[in-house]
């Protein structure tokens, strides 16, 4: 194993096999929370997922479970972040060299 | 199955439950990650999975045959026949194509047109990898690092961990198997860092490589003649960036898949563009891959110590061999004749003095770039019009936009980044509280899905 201190110390695994413990439970109970927080603000990707795969019985299933439940996020705006994020990053991917040098020319005038 | 989409984070997350949820016995747990491995190879094509099976047991019983054996020349002999059956199966896969296109012109030049048996041959996803695990397996034992009385089980999942399986790191089995003895136990700082590396490889591959490699960097090495210099200069820049944030993801991702489920695996990247010389390029780029090559061919071919026409002459065999690994292509020798010649140049000129370093630094980074020119074209009549092409700077910017350069300044910033910088922070976070991480990881994780184009490119070296 290379040596990489800075790494290294991160990985000295708990001789104590209550601090294993707390650590597993510390992990299950991020996971769990992660879980919950995209399937409120984020479903949209577990829809996009579905659609994009060959349809059957399950993938069916979850799309539209997941699109009924996408849309009732979407009436309570919870999915607003999402959209001004995905707003503003096309805007900037619309920025022509045009835009840049009218910007630059209104900032000299 | 590929990292970046949902299918592997619903397989990561149920492997990593039943994991941890058989933490107590560790043979379990190691069949479960075995048999999680062989659904994640056989996703592809579950053909397959026979020939990492069979290459798997095949180095295992090698492995035991060696270590049983005292110095003799019968286990010199078998020795050489474990890396001959590695290098055979890569080879007949890899590299059987090539070989026969290539002597099939060369009869033709000298008036012998032969009908050779050509076959159409897919190349199993991930084999150069798993073939130089294979060969580090039975060299770490022939040299009494790794244990010949590894089980199979543990062979078996050193060959073919699910994390490293297709594309890397290369891990040693020195490194790897004596992991495997017992269960692992896990530190909030390991899950820190394993989450950190797997949001940060899912920005680099999903956000910066994708954008640059559909916005410019494909298109101008479809038809580099029919774009101005502006837009040939800047996707050269581009795919070494492209390059850069796909396979160092892939690596940060698979590092941090193993330490979630309490393994570690060794650095891999090094903010390569950082680097002064060739050698320190080297140093930072693809490091388990230069660190095989060093250990397994550069230093039993002789190294350094045979003088200088030796030693170059062992640099360029690794190199040549190091860039024909990546693929069976002309471009790709090339490729490695170029890294091998610039390392030859540089050790004949001296180490740079440091007052020279920004301009080392720039040098180097430009004769990386040209070199990456011949490994993305697909020939040399591509790279050739790559950079003959006669349209000047001056021409017209087609495909660049403010956007692609400011993603391509972004991806040549991460250079400048504090080189540690991801160790510090899964050491803060490793102190909050686990709703606080979910937060932020959900927060990461949901700007990169809005931030990242539809659909997502295969990994650049799955093709190697």
């Not at chain 2, 050509?118 to 397996?137: C, D, H, N």
């Not at chain 2, 040299?143 to 790191?169: C, K, N, T, W």
């Not at chain 2, 050790?347 to 011949?374: D, N, Q």
């Amino acid at each position: 194993m290379q040596d990489d201190p800075h790494r290294d110390r991160l990985y000295e695994a708990p001789d104590d096999a209550r601090e294993h413990q707390r650590s597993r439970l510390w992990l299950s109970n991020g996971v769990a929370l992660s879980l919950l927080l995209v399937a409120v603000f984020n479903p949209v990707s577990l829809e996009r997922w579905a659609a994009a795969n060959p349809p059957n019985w399950g993938v069916e299933t979850v799309r539209l479970t997941v699109g009924v439940w996408s849309e009732r996020m979407g009436l309570a705006h919870l999915d607003a972040p999402r959209l001004w994020l995905e707003q503003r990053w096309r805007d900037l991917k619309a920025v022509g060299w045009d835009d840049v040098h009218t910007e630059d020319d209104e900032a000299e005038q | 199955m590929l990292f970046p989409t949902l299918t592997f984070g619903i397989f990561f997350v149920l492997v990593l439950s039943f994991a941890w949820a058989l933490d107590r016995e560790n043979g379990q747990r190691k069949l479960l990650l075995l048999a999680a491995s062989y659904v994640f190879y056989g996703w592809w094509d579950w053909r397959f999975c026979a020939l990492l099976a069979f290459s798997s047991i095949a180095n295992w019983a090698f492995g035991r045959i060696i270590g049983a054996m005292p110095a003799s020349p019968l286990r010199a002999l078998v020795i050489v026949l474990a890396i001959a059956v590695n290098l055979g199966i890569l080879g007949f896969f890899k590299y059987y194509g090539f070989f026969i296109e290539n002597v099939g012109e060369a009869l033709a030049m000298i008036g012998w047109e032969r009908d050779l048996f050509l076959m159409q041959i897919i190349l199993p996803v991930g084999i150069s990898f798993y073939t130089f695990q294979g060969i580090s397996y039975i060299i770490d034992i022939k040299r009494g690092e790794a244990d010949h009385r590894a089980s199979l089980l543990d062979a078996m999942l050193y060959i073919s961990f699910f994390p490293q399986l297709v594309a890397g790191p290369i891990v040693r089995a020195k490194d790897f198997l004596p992991q495997l003895t017992r269960a692992p136990t896990i530190s909030r700082a390991a899950v820190s860092l394993g989450v950190l590396l797997i949001l940060w490889g899912l920005f680099k591959k999903s956000v910066i490589a994708s954008e640059i490699a559909t916005g410019i960097v494909d298109p101008v090495f479809f038809a580099p003649g029919e774009y101005g210099g502006i837009d040939r200069l800047f996707a050269v820049y581009g795919y070494a960036v492209q390059i850069y944030c796909d396979f160092s993801a892939y690596s940060d991702i698979a590092i941090g898949c193993a330490a979630l489920l309490g393994y570690r695996f060794n650095r891999n990247f090094d903010q390569p563009y950082r680097a002064r010389s060739f050698q320190d390029f080297w140093r930072r780029w693809h490091i388990s891959l230069s660190t095989w090559l060093r250990d397994y061919l550069y230093k039993p071919l002789g190294g350094s110590r045979g003088g200088a026409l030796a030693t170059n002459r062992n640099l360029m065999i690794t190199m040549l061999l190091g860039g024909l690994w990546h693929g069976a292509a002309w471009t790709f020798l090339v490729w490695g004749l170029i890294h091998g010649l610039a390392l030859a140049i540089e050790r004949a000129l001296g180490p740079a003095r440091s007052g020279r370093s920004v301009i080392s630094l720039v040098i180097t980074f430009h004769v990386v770039c040209l070199a990456w020119i011949l490994f993305r074209s697909p020939d040399f009549a591509t790279a050739w019009t790559y950079l003959t092409a006669t349209q000047t700077l001056g021409d017209p910017v087609q495909v660049l936009t403010p956007f692609l350069a400011g993603m391509i300044v972004l991806g040549l910033g991460l250079h400048a980044l504090p080189p540690r910088g991801i160790e510090s922070l899964a050491g803060a976070m490793s102190r909050l509280r686990s709703p606080a991480i979910a937060g932020m990881g959900v927060v990461a994780f949901i700007l990169i899905d809005a931030l990242r184009p539809a659909g997502v490119a295969p990994f650049i070296y799955f093709q190697f």
